[in-house]
C-alpha cells in the first residue's frame, strides 16, 4: 500500500520535470487471426491520456515521456490490450478478436452506455442481422433475432409492417405497440420509408430501467433504430443490389376442380332436399334439374351435367376453367439497389446513401416502390461545440392493396366461373374489337358479383404515395470537461396520398359513371429537448447525471373528397367527374410535455446503479389527471470483476442485474385507431338530415380516465465465458395496472360501454439468448446463436368475474387469449351431422349445477353463456430464433429458423370453405364429408339446409398452431482480396437468398399460414410470401 | 467562455417559457363537448336533426354491416320473416331461412336494440334540455313534439320486436324504459311489463301530438309531424286491440292523404312526392344506402346501378292476385320464379323509401270497423281500394272479412316492412308452402311461436343489473324456441 502511495506521488511531484522529456513511440497493431493491419484502432497512453489512431497500413506513432510505460489499445469488436513500452523498437501488437464484445458500446435511451456495465434490458441487432433478411420494411427484419420480443410477419403485401410484442401484451384495449424511436427520437412516420441499409443497428429496450426516459409511451418497451454514421477516415464506397422473385410461403389450399365443385353441389342440394324430408330418388331428380340454376352458370355443354347418380356425365365436356390463381397469382420480381458513401475527417463525418426498391410481390400488378435518401452529417467547427444532422427522404408508391375480400375471393372462387366472358355460341371467349378477352364480371356468379379483381387491377389502378421527411438535428456545448448541454429539434414529416379511382366502363361503378377518390393524411410532428449532461470520474468512482425538458407535438390533417362520372374513359381526376359524392376533413393534435433525469454511478467497475425519473403532461387527459410520473432504478454488480472471480481467467463476464420501475401508456384507442379526447363528453356533427347540420351523442364525459401504468421488474444474469460462449438469461414480470377497459353497460343505456382504468394484468416469463461461437479458426467461423422466450399473460384484475371477448372470455387469473366456446363432438356417424357438446344444468336447489352433458346436433341450444368451455390460449409456450452462421476462406453461409411452439388458432379461413354456401367453393378436405356409404368421415355431410352451423364458433376449427419456419437461408461469396484488388475494389461479394423456404406446422397442411394475428385468428390476410434472390455487394 | 455561460442562462429561461399549461389542450375537430349543444334552439334542432338521421343511417345499430341501416333495414327484417318473398341470395336472407337471427349471440339482436336505445337517449337529451335553450317557445314545442314522437315510436318498435303481441302479453315482461339522459351513474332498468312500455308509447305519441298539433315539415317527408304521430297511435292502438282508437285516428290521416293511384302505384315507389306518402325518407347523392336498399334487392333488372338480383314472390303469394289487378306486375323468370316490378329505383339509384301511406291507413280503418262488427262500413271502406286496384271485392263477413283485409294488406302493402308485425299482431302461424323449398325457405312455424321474437341481446342480459339472466319465466329473457301459450 505504502509503497503504491509513494510511487504515484513521486510520478505526481515528477510531472512537470519528465514532460520535458519526450520520446517517439511507434508500433504497428495487428489482427491476430488473419495478420492484417488494423486502421484506425485507438492507442492512448494509460499515464496522459494521450492518444492517437492507426493509419491505412496499422501503424501508429506518439510522442510520449519517459515516465510513460502502458498503452491501451482499443479497437472494436476486439479485446483491448495492454501493453508496456519497451526500448525503442516498433511495437508490434497483434489484437484478438473480442468474440464475446463484453465492451461494446450500445444507444440506450437519451445517451449510449456499455453493455457489460448496462443494469436494463435491451437487445441489440447489427446491420448484418438486419441486411440478411429480404425486405421492404425493416421491422420485419427481426423476427427471431431477440429474446422477448414476439414479431408476426403476418401479411405478404410488400412493405407491410409486422406486429411487434415485446414481453407480452401489456394491454387490453389500449395500444399493446412498441415506441418506435429513430435516432434518439420518437419517430412518427411511416416505418416502411426506412431503408434497412442505412440501419447500424437496432436496439430493442425491454424493461423500466431501459424505457422509464420515454415514460408516457414507453410500457410495450422502446426500438431503437440507429443508422449508421461516416467511421472510415479513408472513406468508404458501398453498392449493394438484390433481385429475386417471390410465391407464397405456404400454399393455398387446392382449389377444387369444376367437375369436384359440381359434384359436391349436386350432393348438397341433394342432402339439402332429403332434410325437407324429400324421398332419395326424387330428391336426387331435383339435384340433377336445377343444378344448373343453383350454380347460375352451366361450364358444360349438356344441361344436366350430373346424373342421378351424382357423377358426372360422361358425355358432358367442360368448355371452360377459370384459372382465378394462376391468373392472379404470379411469382414477379423484387428489385433493390442501395449506394453509400461515408468517411471521417478530425472534425466531421458524414454518411450519404441512396435506395431505390421496386417489390412486385406476386399479386398481378402490386407493386411497392420506394425511392430514400440520407445525410448523417456532424460537425465541430470548435473544441466546445458540435452540431449535426441526419436528415432522410423518401418516396414510396404502392400500387394496390389486397383487402380481405380479395384473398376470401381467391379462396373460394371455383373454376366454374370463368375469368373471361365465355360466349356459347361461339364456344369460345368473347372478344373486344382489339381481338382481347372481356373480363367476367360475375353476373352469372352466385356471390362476387360486379366484380374481378384481375380486371380491377387492369382498370383501376389506385396508387397510394407517401412522402417522409425525418430529420434529427442538434447543437451541443462542452461547457466545462463532462458538461455538456445539448439542444435535440427533430421533425417527422410525411403526406400520405390515395388516388382511388373506379372505371365507368366495366363493373361495379357503370351505372354511375365511373368515381374518383382522393384522400389525404399529413401528419407533422416536432420534438424539441434541452439536454444537459454531466459526466465525471473520480478515483473509483464514476458518475454519469441527465436532465432535461422535451416537449412534442403532433397534427394531423384528413382531407377526403369523391365525385362521381366521368364523361369519357381516360379520365380519373375529380375535377373531371360531375357528380359530389362525399368529402370529409378533420385533423387531430396530440401534445407531450416532459422533465426527465437520470443518474448513473459506478464503482470500481464492479457495482453499478442508475436511476431514472420523468414526468409526462399529455393533451390525452383531463387537466386534473394529465400529469404522471414514471421512474426506474436498476442496479448491477460485475461479478467477475471481484478479485475472487479473477482466478478464473476462463470467466471473461459475470454479472447480475435487477431492475424495477414505473412506464405509462396513453395510447387509447377506438378500434385501431387511436382517441385523443378520450376524456371529453361529445356530440359528433356531421350527423347531418340531408342539408341539416346535425349532431348525436357520441362519448359521456370521462374526467378520472388516466394513464395505464406498467410496473416492470427484471432480474438477469449475463456472461461470456472461454471467449466462445456468450449469453444471458432474464426473469421479467411486467404488471400493467390502471389498464383501460370499457366498462360494460347495459346497452340500453345507449351505451355499450364506458372507458375505465379498472383491470390489471401481468405478463411474466423467462428469456435467454446464447451465442456460442463454435469454430473461431483463421478460415473457418462458425457461429450459432440461440434465443428464446416464454411468457405468461395474466388478467389479474376486471371490471367484472368475467367478460366476453369475440371468441376469448376473460377471467381474473387467466390469459386474455383464453378461447372459450361450446365443445365440438366430431361428427354423428348414423346423421352425418356436427355433434356439440350440452351442458346439463339442475336448478332444482335453487343454485345452478352442473350434472352432466350430452350430445347435440342443434347448436342453437347451446348459445348461452355457460354452454361455454375453456378451449386453449392462443398465445405460444415458447417462441424464438435459431441462427447458424458459418464462414469458410470466401465462402459464408447463414441460415435462421423461427419457432412458435404451442398456442392455438382458431382457422376461419379453413371453416370458411368446409360447408356448402350457395356459389362458393369449398376446401378438398369436403370430397371426404360424410355420406352413407362413408360413414366414419371425419367431416360432416354436405347439405344446402344443413347450414345453420355455418359460421357458428366452436372448438371445432380450433387448432394447435405449433410451427418452424425457415425463416432465411444466405449462400455467399467474396472474391479473394487478390482478385477484387485487381479490379480495384476492396470486396466483392455474390450471394443467394432464399428468405422463407420451408415452413413446418398443421396450419401448412389445411393451406393455412401459421402467422396469424396475435388473438390467434385468421382474417383472409394476404399471406406471407418466401422468396428467391440473388444480388452482390461492393464496396470500393 | 463567458458567452457559453450566457447561452446556457438562456436555453434554461427558454425551457421555462416553453412550459405554458394551455399546450396541452387539445380538442377534437368533428365533435363538440355536449355542454355546448344545448344553448340554444339551434343547437336543439342540430340534436334533433341528428335523430333524424340515425333513423336511417349506416351503423346506427353498431353492426357496421350493410344490413344496419336503421329504419330501412328493420323494414327489410320484418318483410324477410313473412310468406310473401323469396329472399335469394342478397342480404337479409338468414332473417328469410329462419337461421336463428333472432338468437341472443347473433349481431341482429344486438342491432336492433342499439338502434332504438341510442335513439332514445339521445330524444331523451332533447325532451330533458329543450326548455333551458334560449329561443322562441314555438319552436322549442314543436322540437320537443318531434323528439317525444321519436322516443314513442322507438319504445312501440322496441315492443314489437322483442315480445309477443300486446293483445296476450300485457302482463310478460316489456322493455326497459328511459326517460332521462344517460349519465355514467344511469344504472340498467328492469323490463317491467309490456303495459308499462305501452303506456310510455302512449303518453309520449299523445303528448306530441298536441305538441304538433300547428306544426308545419314543409318537404320533409322523413320528419315526424301531427299525420305520422296519428298513424303511429293507429298502428299501436291496433296492436293493442283498442279498434275505435285505431279506426279514428287512422281515419283522420285518411281525411289528409289522397290514395295511390294505379299510375303511380305502379311508377316503382321510389317518390317521396307521391301524395299518398305520409312517412317516408329520401335518398341523396350524399345520404343514401348505396347498393344496400330494397331496389338494390329486388330482382327485376330495372335498377340502372348494381343490383343483388335476390327477391322473388312466392308462387302461393302471386296466385293470391287475379290477372287483372293492376297490381299484377310479375313476370315468370327463367321458368322458376315470379319476379316483381313494384319496387323499381329512379335514375339516379337513390330512389325515396315509404313507411307509411294513406292504404294502409284505409286498411287499418277498414280492419278496425270490421274488428268492431261495421262490417257494412268495413267493406265499404276496403271495396274503395279493391275497385281502385281492379281487384274483385270481397263479399264475405265475420272472421272471412277480417282475413280477406289481412289478404288485401299483404297484396298491397308488401314489401313495405308489414310482414313480421302483421304475423305477431295476429297470431298468425308461418306457413311457408310453394317453391319456398326451392330456395331454402320452407320453414313452418307454429302461431305465437318464439322464433319470431328477438332475444334481448346477451349484453344487455350480462350487464343490465336489474334483469335476471335466465330464460323466461325463471329470468327476463326471451325464449329462442318454443310456443307462448297465453296465461
Not at chain 1, 526 to 545: D, E, Q, R
Request: glycine share 8%.
Amino acid at each position: 500500500m505504502n509503497k503504491q502511495f509513494f510511487f504515484i506521488l513521486s510520478f505526481m511531484m515528477c510531472i512537470p520535470v519528465l514532460s520535458a522529456q519526450n520520446r517517439e513511440v511507434t508500433g504497428v497493431v495487428t489482427s491476430s487471426d488473419d495478420e492484417q493491419p488494423l486502421i484506425g484502432v485507438t492507442v492512448i497512453d494509460k499515464q496522459t491520456q494521450r492518444g492517437t489512431v492507426t493509419n491505412e497500413n496499422g501503424e501508429f506513432s506518439l510522442s510520449l515521456p519517459e515516465r510513460s510505460q502502458q498503452l491501451l489499445v482499443s479497437y472494436l469488436g476486439y479485446k483491448t490490450r495492454e501493453v508496456t513500452i519497451t526500448g525503442n523498437q516498433t511495437l508490434r501488437i497483434a489484437l484478438e478478436p473480442d468474440v464475446v464484445a463484453i465492451d461494446e458500446v450500445m444507444v440506450i435511451a437519451y445517451g449510449t452506455g456499455k453493455k457489460s456495465t448496462f443494469t436494463g434490458s435491451a437487445t441489440v441487432i447489427k446491420s448484418e442481422s438486419i441486411e440478411k433478411i429480404r425486405t421492404s420494411n425493416v421491422t420485419q427484419a427481426l423476427q427471431g433475432q431477440s429474446s422477448g420480443v414476439q414479431v408476426i410477419n403476418s401479411s405478404g403485401q410488400p412493405g407491410d409492417n409486422s406486429s411487434i410484442l415485446i414481453r407480452g401484451i401489456g394491454s387490453v384495449n389500449a395500444s399493446s405497440s412498441p415506441l418506435y424511436v429513430v435516432d434518439g427520437v420518437a419517430y412518427d412516420g411511416y416505418l416502411n420509408q426506412i431503408n434497412s441499409a442505412d440501419v447500424e443497428s437496432i436496439t430493442i429496450l425491454k424493461d423500466a430501467s431501459a424505457t422509464a426516459l420515454y415514460g408516457s409511451r414507453a410500457a410495450n418497451g422502446v426500438i431503437m433504430i440507429i443508422t449508421k454514421k461516416g467511421v472510415s477516415e479513408k472513406g468508404q464506397i458501398n453498392f449493394r443490389s438484390t433481385f429475386g422473385f417471390s410465391s407464397l410461403a405456404v400454399d393455398l389450399p387446392r382449389a377444387l376442380s369444376s367437375d369436384e365443385f359440381v359434384g359436391l353441389t349436386w350432393l348438397a342440394m341433394k342432402n339439402g332436399r332429403m332434410d325437407a324430408g324429400i324421398s332419395d330418388a326424387e330428391a336426387s331428380a331435383y339435384a340433377t334439374d336445377n343444378l344448373v340454376n343453383e350454380l347460375k352458370i352451366n361450364p358444360y355443354n349438356t344441361n344436366k351435367p350430373v346424373g342421378l347418380d351424382g357423377l358426372i356425365d360422361p358425355n358432358a365436356q367442360l368448355l371452360f376453367s377459370g384459372d382465378w390463381r394462376g391468373e392472379l397469382l404470379k411469382s414477379r420480381m423484387r428489385q433493390e439497389y442501395t449506394l453509400d458513401i461515408s468517411g471521417k475527417t478530425q472534425r466531421s463525418d458524414y454518411f450519404v446513401s441512396g435506395g431505390y426498391v421496386s417489390d412486385k410481390g406476386i399479386f398481378t400488378a402490386q407493386q411497392f416502390e420506394r425511392f430514400t435518401t440520407r445525410a448523417n452529417l456532424n460537425y465541430q467547427p470548435r473544441a466546445w461545440l458540435q452540431t449535426g444532422t441526419n436528415t432522410s427522404l423518401s418516396h414510396s408508391i404502392r400500387k394496390i392493396w389486397i383487402d380481405s375480400s380479395t384473398i376470401w375471393f381467391l379462396r373460394t372462387i371455383s373454376p366454374t366461373y370463368p375469368v373471361y366472358e365465355w360466349d356459347y355460341e361461339k364456344g369460345d371467349y368473347k372478344l373486344d374489337s382489339n381481338g382481347n378477352r372481356i373480363y367476367d364480371y360475375g353476373d352469372n356468379r352466385q356471390t362476387w358479383i360486379a366484380w374481378n379483381p384481375l380486371a380491377d387491377a387492369a382498370y383501376n389502378p389506385s396508387p397510394a404515395t407517401t412522402d417522409n421527411v425525418s430529420s434529427r438535428s442538434y447543437i451541443e456545448l462542452t461547457f466545462l470537461p463532462g458538461l455538456k448541454f445539448r439542444t435535440n429539434f427533430s421533425v417527422d414529416f410525411y403526406l400520405y396520398s390515395y388516388d382511388g379511382y373506379t372505371n365507368g366502363e366495366y363493373g361495379y361503378a357503370a351505372g354511375f359513371g365511373g368515381e374518383a377518390y382522393k384522400e389525404n393524411y399529413r401528419n407533422m410532428s416536432y420534438t424539441i429537448n434541452n439536454l444537459l449532461t454531466y459526466n465525471k470520474t473520480f478515483a473509483n468512482h464514476h458518475l454519469n447525471v441527465l436532465a432535461g425538458q422535451e416537449a412534442y407535438t403532433m397534427k394531423q390533417k384528413y382531407l377526403m373528397a369523391s365525385k362521381r362520372g366521368f364523361p369519357f374513359g381516360g379520365l380519373t381526376e375529380i375535377g373531371s367527374a360531375s357528380e359530389m359524392n362525399s368529402m370529409d376533413s378533420y385533423q387531430d393534435n396530440y401534445r407531450l410535455l416532459s422533465w426527465l433525469s437520470r443518474i448513473e454511478y459506478d464503482y470500481a467497475d464492479k457495482y453499478y446503479i442508475s436511476g431514472s425519473f420523468r414526468t409526462d403532461g399529455t393533451s390525452r387527459f383531463h387537466p386534473d389527471t394529465r400529469w404522471g410520473n414514471f421512474w426506474s432504478i436498476g442496479a448491477s454488480w460485475r461479478i467477475s470483476n471481484e478479485e475472487f472471480l479473477k482466478v478464473y481467467p476462463w470467466i471473461d463476464n459475470l454479472k447480475l442485474k435487477a431492475s424495477y420501475g414505473a412506464v405509462g401508456n396513453d395510447d387509447l384507442r377506438i378500434g385501431n385507431a387511436s382517441n385523443y379526447y378520450a376524456y371529453q363528453g361529445l356530440y359528433a356533427t356531421g350527423m347531418n338530415d340531408y342539408n341539416n347540420a346535425g349532431v348525436t351523442i357520441s362519448r359521456l364525459p370521462n374526467k378520472s380516465l388516466k394513464w395505464e401504468s406498467n410496473i416492470q421488474t427484471n432480474i438477469g444474469v449475463d456472461f461470456a465465458l472461454f471467449n466462445k460462449l456468450e449469453g444471458g438469461v432474464e426473469w421479467f414480470n411486467r404488471a400493467s395496472k390502471d389498464l383501460l377497459f370499457p366498462m360494460p353497460l347495459a346497452p340500453s343505456t345507449g351505451f355499450g360501454s364506458i372507458d375505465r382504468n379498472i383491470g390489471n394484468v401481468k405478463n411474466y416469463g423467462i428469456e435467454f439468448e446464447l451465442h456460442y461461437q463454435a469454430v473461431n479458426r483463421k478460415d473457418l467461423k462458425w457461429t450459432i446463436d440461440l434465443n428464446g422466450t416464454s411468457y405468461k399473460n395474466i388478467i389479474t384484475k376486471l371490471p367484472q368475474e368475467e367478460m366476453n371477448s369475440g371468441y376469448f372470455k376473460w377471467r381474473e387469473g387467466e390469459s386474455r387469449y383464453n378461447f372459450w366456446g361450446v365443445e365440438y363432438a366430431g361428427v354423428n356417424p348414423e346423421t352425418g351431422n356436427d355433434q356439440f357438446w350440452k351442458n346439463i344444468y339442475d336448478t332444482s336447489s335453487g343454485e345452478k349445477v352442473l350434472t352432466g352433458r350430452e350430445l347435440t346436433e342443434n347448436l342453437n341450444e347451446l348459445t348461452s353463456d355457460d354452454q361455454k368451455k375453456y378451449l386453449g390460449d392462443a398465445l405460444p409456450k415458447l417462441f424464438g430464433g435459431f441462427t447458424n452462421t458459418l464462414s469458410y476462406k470466401g465462402i459464408d453461409f447463414s441460415l435462421l429458423i423461427y419457432y412458435s411452439l404451442g398456442g392455438k388458432l382458431y382457422d376461419s379461413d379453413y371453416s370458411q370453405m368446409m360447408s356448402y354456401r350457395t356459389g362458393y367453393s369449398m376446401h378438398p378436405d369436403m370430397l371426404k364429408a360424410w355420406t352413407s356409404e362413408n360413414t366414419s368421415a371425419q367431416f360432416p355431410r354436405i347439405s344446402t339446409a344443413y347450414a345453420n352451423t355455418m359460421g357458428s364458433y366452436s372448438s371445432k376449427f380450433l387448432f394447435d398452431n405449433t410451427f418452424v419456419r425457415l425463416r432465411n437461408i444466405t449462400l455467399g461469396y467474396t472474391l479473394p482480396k487478390a482478385i477484387s484488388g485487381k479490379i480495384q475494389v476492396n470486396s466483392l461479394r455474390l450471394f443467394v437468398q432464399s428468405d422463407n423456404p420451408l415452413t413446418f406446422g398443421k396450419a401448412v397442411g389445411r393451406g393455412t399460414d401459421p402467422e396469424q394475428s396475435i388473438s390467434g385468428q385468421t382474417n383472409n390476410r394476404f399471406p406471407v410470401t418466401q422468396s428467391f434472390s440473388f444480388g452482390l455487394q461492393l464496396n470500393l | 467562455m463567458k458567452s457559453i455561460k450566457h447561452i446556457f442562462y438562456l436555453g434554461i429561461t427558454l425551457c421555462g417559457i416553453c412550459s405554458c399549461s394551455d399546450f396541452l389542450e387539445t380538442n377534437p375537430s368533428t365533435s363538440v363537448a355536449d355542454t355546448e349543444v344545448f344553448t340554444t334552439t339551434a343547437g336543439a334542432q342540430a340534436a334533433l336533426n341528428g335523430s333524424y338521421y340515425h333513423m336511417r343511417a349506416y351503423n346506427s345499430g353498431g353492426a357496421d354491416r350493410q344490413d344496419d341501416y336503421g329504419i330501412p333495414s328493420i323494414r327489410l327484417i320484418s318483410d324477410m320473416c313473412g310468406e310473401d318473398i323469396i329472399a335469394w341470395g342478397g342480404w337479409y336472407v338468414y332473417n328469410y331461412n329462419y337461421w336463428g337471427e333472432t338468437r341472443a349471440d347473433i349481431y341482429r339482436s344486438s342491432q336492433l336494440w342499439t338502434f332504438h336505445y341510442r335513439l332514445i337517449n339521445n330524444t331523451n337529451s332533447i325532451i330533458a334540455y329543450i326548455d333551458q335553450c334560449d329561443g322562441a317557445e314555438v319552436e322549442k314545442r314543436h322540437i320537443k313534439g318531434q323528439a317525444l314522437a321519436m322516443r314513442g315510436w322507438a319504445y312501440f318498435s322496441l315492443a314489437q320486436l322483442f315480445q309477443q303481441t300486446y293483445s296476450i302479453a300485457q302482463n310478460m315482461p316489456g322493455v326497459p324504459i328511459y326517460t332521462e339522459p344517460t349519465t355514467e351513474s344511469t344504472e340498467g332498468k328492469p323490463r317491467g311489463t309490456l303495459d308499462n312500455t305501452y303506456a310510455q308509447v302512449l303518453s309520449d305519441l299523445k303528448n306530441a301530438e298536441e305538441l304538433l298539433a300547428d306544426f308545419d315539415r314543409g318537404n320533409n317527408i322523413n320528419h315526424f309531424d301531427l299525420s305520422v304521430v296519428e298513424g303511429i297511435l293507429s298502428e299501436v292502438y291496433q296492436v293493442m286491440n283498442h279498434w275505435e282508437e285505431s279506426g279514428k285516428y287512422a281515419e283522420r290521416v285518411l281525411e289528409k292523404y289522397p290514395l295511390t293511384t294505379n299510375e303511380q302505384y305502379l311508377s316503382g315507389f321510389n317518390d317521396e312526392n307521391t301524395p299518398s306518402w305520409i312517412w317516408g325518407m329520401r335518398q341523396t347523392e350524399e345520404q343514401n344506402m348505396s347498393d344496400y336498399s330494397l331496389f338494390a334487392m329486388w330482382g327485376n333488372d330495372t335498377r340502372k346501378c348494381f343490383t343483388f338480383r335476390a327477391y322473388f314472390l312466392a308462387d302461393d303469394f302471386v296466385a293470391l292476385f287475379d290477372e287483372d289487378d293492376i297490381r299484377y306486375q310479375f313476370e315468370f323468370w327463367w321458368d322458376q320464379i315470379y319476379a316483381s316490378y313494384k319496387f323499381r329505383d329512379n335514375d339516379d339509384c337513390r330512389g325515396s323509401i315509404v313507411f307509411m301511406r294513406s292504404e294502409e291507413m284505409l286498411l287499418n280503418v277498414a280492419e278496425a270497423l270490421a274488428r268492431q262488427g261495421k262490417e257494412t262500413e268495413a267493406r265499404e271502406f276496403l271495396w274503395q281500394l279493391q275497385d281502385l286496384r281492379n281487384a274483385r271485392r270481397s263479399t264475405s263477413s265475420g272472421n272471412d272479412l277480417i282475413e280477406d283485409i289481412l289478404i288485401e294488406r299483404r297484396k298491397e302493402l308488401y314489401g313495405e316492412g308489414y310482414a313480421l308485425f302483421d304475423l305477431l299482431r295476429n297470431q298468425k302461424p308461418l306457413l311457408r308452402t310453394g317453391n319456398h323449398i326451392n330456395y331454402g325457405g320452407a320453414t313452418t312455424l307454429a302461431s305465437r311461436s318464439w322464433r319470431f321474437v328477438f332475444q334481448l341481446p346477451n349484453a344487455e342480459m350480462k350487464n343490465n343489473k336489474s334483469l335476471v339472466d335466465g330464460i323466461w319465466p325463471n329470468g327476463d329473457q326471451n325464449p329462442y324456441d318454443g310456443v307462448y301459450t297465453p296465461q
